[in-house]
């Protein structure tokens, strides 16, 4: 079957192998891959800051149908369409493993960072971190549940959002965007800030429905807090873009004792930020970690219920064969999601 694959470290050194099919073992599920979407951790991989085991499948957020079942799986069958969470393995024993909260157990191996992942034809994945999908949610939209129960995560269980409260958003790449359409549904009043070669992207994001976009770099923060606030700050702002300037930035414009929400992925750490503005405002920082089994559940009931159409966020779909021209088109800015599909 064909993968594509990091097989050094550093910038590049990646390609499309032809590599064995996996065999499921007694607790899996062999998946037949339809799309996989192209997240900021596959892009930090390719330019080599984020360390991951090489060599190594990347890809974790996809949808597929059933193709072969373990002897020990009964909840699925054959030809069922189904997504799983990135979570592979876990030790199944430490407190957060028994809270169910996967994503913070230290042993844990996840697709496509530890585990050969989901840019492929086929990937095996633990029958217990799948999900069926009902009929009504596309495959399109299916590829994107798991950056939106990263969001979910982050605007649900991080924290709650109250109705009218003021919420900025850093970064309208897919998770920022997601989470914007998140926090609206939640009927907060949603900002989504980027930066002047996000122009694009922001403009999409208003198509999306997120009627309040701003780009940083150009605005007078000044008056528009004055005018969006009444000067007080934002309730809550989360921090998508995984950049260093926009925490501060975030730090800057939330209101005394109101929470920031770390979601981004940042290249390089330590990260500088003032941290007198954390101190003498009283903020509360939430550092927000992928996401958990609750979260995928409650991001499927949110796609059954919800009234906002998320096909529109796939801005483009290529063959996995065109892989690098679709993570240039992701890099760049130049579309919103991208999803690869294997031949």
Avoid at 196 to 208: Q, S
Avoid at 251 to 280: C, H, Y
Wanted: aromatic share 6%; proline share 4%.
């Amino acid at each position: 079957m064909e993968a594509l694959r990091k097989i050094a470290s550093g910038f590049g050194n990646m390609e499309l192998c032809d590599i064995n099919k996996p065999f499921p073992k007694n607790d899996e599920i062999i998946i037949k891959v339809v799309f996989s979407g192209i997240c900021g951790s596959d892009i930090h991989a390719l330019k080599g800051e984020y360390n991951k085991k090489i060599p190594l499948t990347l890809g974790h957020e996809f949808i597929g149908i059933v193709y072969e079942i373990g002897d020990k799986v009964t909840n699925f069958a054959v030809g069922e369409r189904v997504v799983s969470e990135t979570t592979y393995e876990v030790c199944e024993k430490c407190v957060h493993c028994l809270a169910q909260e996967f994503n913070l157990c230290s042993q844990r191996k996840g697709l496509g960072t530890q585990v050969d992942g989901s840019f492929a034809t086929f990937v095996a994945a633990k029958a217990a971190r799948c999900h069926k999908l009902p009929d009504s949610i596309s495959n399109e939209v299916a590829a994107l549940i798991e950056p939106l129960a990263c969001c979910i995560h982050a605007a649900m269980e991080k924290t709650h959002i109250q109705p009218d409260e003021k919420i900025a958003v850093f970064g309208p790449g897919p998770i920022g965007v997601l989470l914007a359409l998140v926090a609206k549904s939640l009927k907060a009043d949603v900002t989504l800030i980027g930066i002047t070669k996000d122009a694009h992207r922001l403009t999409k994001a208003k198509e999306l429905g997120i009627s309040q976009v701003i780009d940083s770099q150009t605005t007078d923060w000044s008056a528009f807090l004055s005018e969006a606030t009444n000067q007080l700050g934002f309730d809550q702002v989360f921090e998508c873009s995984g950049s260093p300037q926009a925490l501060q930035q975030a730090l800057e414009i939330v209101r005394k004792k109101g929470t920031v929400i770390q979601e981004g992925l940042f290249a390089k750490n330590p990260v500088p930020v003032d941290m007198s503005l954390l101190l003498n405002k009283e903020i509360q920082l939430i550092g927000s970690r992928t996401q958990k089994t609750s979260s995928w559940l409650k991001t499927i009931d949110w796609l059954r219920t919800s009234t906002i159409d998320l096909a529109p966020v796939v801005t483009k779909i290529l063959p996995l064969a065109q892989w690098e021209e679709a993570f240039n088109l992701a890099m760049n800015g130049d579309e919103l999601k991208v999803l690869l599909k294997p031949e």
